[in-house]
């Protein structure tokens, strides 16, 4: 089935397709919300939103784009949207919640080494431009390829090439300064 099939089916209430791509995109679509808003809680909710949202539109969905990248930038913009309307300024949570989610969360996977690093990337990426935060984590959270990233930011692959090099610099230079090595991704 292609994605204009998929959507028209989705539209005419077919659970069975509609469950199938959810469960193709749900965890993706988590990766988004939980790098943008660094609470998975919220990101738990929103990922819902987001799903009904896909479910009610599906019929607006006109194939200029992949269904995926439709997708996603629903996602971005309702986790936008999101954020917006609790009056958060910028676009990703303080450092405090950052902390406080890694320290309840009950992941046994995790060291303490590796929770201070990821806290300190969190506090990295919250001080990038507010497009570099956007391109690195589509790129790096979801691990989408630049031209989808370009599709769903609205902007050129060249724009997104820029913007993710130039976060990956920074984050690489203010964690070479705080560990005295880089976290490379991608």
């Known amino acids: 089935m292609n994605d204009i099939e998929i959507a028209k089916e989705i539209a005419l209430g077919n659970q069975i397709v509609f ?4 469960n193709q995109h749900k965890l993706k679509v988590m990766n988004l919300c939980y790098g943008m808003t660094h609470n998975s809680d919220c990101a738990e909710d929103l990922v819902q939103d987001i799903f009904i949202e ?11 784009s992949k269904l995926s990248t439709w997708l996603y930038r629903i996602a971005f913009n309702k986790t936008v949207n999101y954020l917006r309307k609790e009056k958060i300024k910028k676009l990703f949570v303080n450092f405090e919640t950052s902390k406080h989610n890694l320290q309840s969360d009950n992941r ?4 303490l080494e590796e929770k201070e690093k990821i806290e300190t990337l969190h506090k990295v990426i ?16 979801d691990e989408l390829p630049q031209k989808e990233i370009a599709e769903i930011m609205n902007c050129s692959l060249a724009s997104v090439e820029v913007l993710i090099h ?21």
């Open 19 to 22: 469950e199938d791509f959810f």
């Open 108 to 111: 046994a996977d995790f060291s």
């Open 166 to 186: 130039r976060a990956k610099k920074l984050i690489k230079n203010k964690t070479d300064i705080i560990y005295g090595n880089a976290i490379e991704k991608g």
């Open 126 to 141: 919250d001080k990038l431009p507010s497009k570099q935060k956007q391109a690195i984590i589509l790129f790096v959270y």
């Open 54 to 64: 896909i479910y009610s539109s599906a019929k607006n969905f006109q194939g200029k």
